[in-house]
């Protein structure tokens, strides 16, 4: 059996979009799955996988030997961390497969792909800001910015005036850790290093009529953030990630003898925001939802292609149901998946069963068996085939099929 996992987004994706990918199963022989589906995964500082959310491709079932293609796609919520290089902050897609183990039944066999992915923001659904301008006064120190809201490379003029210092530094801090609570370790996660502020740019003088310093914002400054991500899924239920930055310029002012020895020393926060989008992005960013997207169970379903399946018969044996599907197309099919469920009070599904075929000719009968012990009033045929045509077909069990 051989998997392969490949990204329809050329390794990147925006928050808010949906990473599409393409999977392909080889199947050597007839054989049995447990389950099969996509994972975005994290590793935190433990380095335990960290699921972020998932996407079943194949329930329980059994497949035909052959081929058979996928794609599917996962929405990237809004409220995931982006990628983090420098913090190991990154993204994984795996495709998982698992199948009964063929000499241990108590344990199952898993198979797995994994590539890489990037997960970025979008420029334009970040948060204007709107500048203001910054004015305090601290043991006669008396200081002036223009605005407290800055881009990396831009230049930061700091105005200031005191009669009682004989010099005055200030340095740009930042900040910058990752944000992890768990079962495990609580809040104090002891993988977690603490890291104390970067001094990313530093000014001094004791020119005291000199009136204004001037520091730079590195051009590699990351804005200013909080990212914090919580799952929703119950397993994962009590865990934190995030990230965080943070910027500040930091005074310290040296006093005249005449004035004492106590070093004045305070910090002022700012904000650093992401540079504009450059035209290259542009394209990226403003088109990035128009990509396409791997269909979901209900898209590309034309009435031309209802016509390709037909639900001929429908025989029940107590706890057993034999149906009967015909391809009506004038074409052989390739890598046909039928799951199989049942409809219970017209509102709950009882549990699938999945086949697999690997080719379906024209006019041919298929016989697919679903056993439920459950009351059901109508049965659910959900069918897909490598050309990613989905249709799904709702039969009530009292319908006359001929």
Known sequence: MKLNLSDLNNGMVYLGDKLNVRTTYNFDEDSSILWSGIRLLTHPPCLKELQITKEEIFSKGRFEKGEYVREKSILIK???IPTIKNRNLEYEIKLILRKPHPHNPNDDLVINKTQKIEIKAKNSSIQVLKPNPLALSI???????????YRPGETIKINFSCDELKQIEIRLLQEANVICYCEAYGQTCSKVEELPPTIAGDAKTSDMTKKFLLLKVPEIAQPSHNYLWEPHEKEYWGMKYGSYVKWSLMFIGKPKPEFGKETINFNVPITIIAKPVGEDEIGVDLF?????????????????????????????????????????????????SVNVSGLQEGL???????TGFNRWEAGEEKEIVYNSKQNITALICVIEDNSQRIIRIQTPLASDFF
Do not use: M, R, W
């Open 288 to 336: 990035s939802k128009g990509a396409a997207g791997a269909p979901t169970i209900f898209d590309g379903v034309t009435s031309k292609f209802q016509k390709v399946y037909k639900i001929v018969s429908i025989d029940s044996d107590i706890e057993k149901y034999n149906i009967k599907i015909k391809n009506t197309s004038k074409e052989a099919l390739h890598g046909v």
């Open 139 to 149: 043991s006669g120190l008396n200081i002036n910015l223009s605005k407290d809201v």
């Open 78 to 80: 809004n409220n995931v």
């Open 348 to 354: 709950f599904e009882t549990a699938p069963t999945l």
